[in-house]
């Protein structure tokens, strides 16, 4: 299986500041025949499902405020929160979709400072 | 709108076989691949299992043994069984909607609607 690692495991931002959360994968989530990243990244809000933010790495799901923004390619991958709203306080996972045995990582808390 | 709307029984003893179903509104059934995936509490997210509306099945090897996952086309309905479960299995479990990767029949895209979670408990 394709293992996600999330970094760091917990994160505290200034409202108004800048979040980043890394996810490395233990292999490639390239496909060179089209060469996108299958990578996802959703947010999970208390008792709530996971809403899905981005795919393909770095396209915004349909809906979702353009201070969310996701980066990287192969193994390595960010998502950025560019000015951090109260809202955004949730756990955030990681996804690949190269293989169907599909897989997340360990999720990344983020919490207002 | 598409919308997902699961439920199941949420108190099991152990051994027991769990047994949930989710209901597709709003959108087409055909064309896409619906999983169920589970949450331990104050856990991450495991995926379960998959199936499409022809029936074709892909599982967790982790889960394989005790998985079944079919549907109901006439319902617009797929449900998950768990055999033998035990108090590592509570969980929440979700139902998700993966589209067909455009690029390559043996992909999907990412999970774009998930139902609401139904929580499953395992206790004797």
């Known amino acids: 299986d394709i293992v996600m690692t999330q970094s760091p495991d917990s994160l505290a931002v200034s409202l108004g500041e800048r979040a980043t959360i890394n996810c490395k994968s233990s292999?490639?989530?390239?496909?060179?025949?089209?060469?996108?990243?299958?990578l996802a990244w959703y947010q999970q809000k208390p008792g709530q499902p996971p809403k899905l933010l981005i795919y393909?790495?770095?396209t915004r799901e349909s809906g979702v405020p353009d201070r969310f923004s996701g980066s990287g390619s192969g193994t390595d991958f960010t998502l950025t929160i560019s000015s951090l709203q109260a809202e955004d306080v949730a756990v955030y996972y990681c996804?690949?979709?190269?293989?169907?045995?599909?897989?997340f990582g360990q999720g990344t808390r983020l919490e207002i400072k | 709108q598409v919308q997902l709307q699961q439920w199941g029984a949420g108190l099991l003893k152990p051994s027991e076989t769990l047994s949930l179903t989710c209901a597709v509104y709003?959108?087409?059934?055909?064309?896409?691949?619906w999983s169920w995936i589970r949450q331990p509490p104050g856990k991450g997210l495991e995926w379960i299992g998959e199936?499409?509306?022809?029936?074709?099945?892909n599982y967790n090897p982790s889960l394989k043994s005790r998985v079944t996952i079919s549907v109901d086309t006439s319902k617009n309905q797929f449900s998950l069984k768990l055999s033998s479960v035990t108090a590592a299995d509570t969980a929440v479990y979700y139902c998700?909607?993966?589209?067909?990767?455009?690029?390559?029949?043996?992909?999907?895209?990412?999970?774009?609607?998930w139902g609401q979670g139904t929580m499953v408990t395992v206790s004797s």
């Open positions: 998700a909607r993966a589209p067909p990767d455009s690029w390559n029949d043996e992909r999907r895209d990412a999970f774009d609607i």
């Open positions: 709003g959108g087409s059934f055909s064309g896409y691949y």
């Open positions: 199936i499409n509306h022809s029936g074709s099945t």
């Open positions: 292999q490639s989530v390239l496909y060179s025949s089209n060469n996108k990243n299958y």
């Open positions: 393909w790495a770095s």
């Open positions: 996804q690949q979709y190269y293989s169907t045995r599909f897989t």
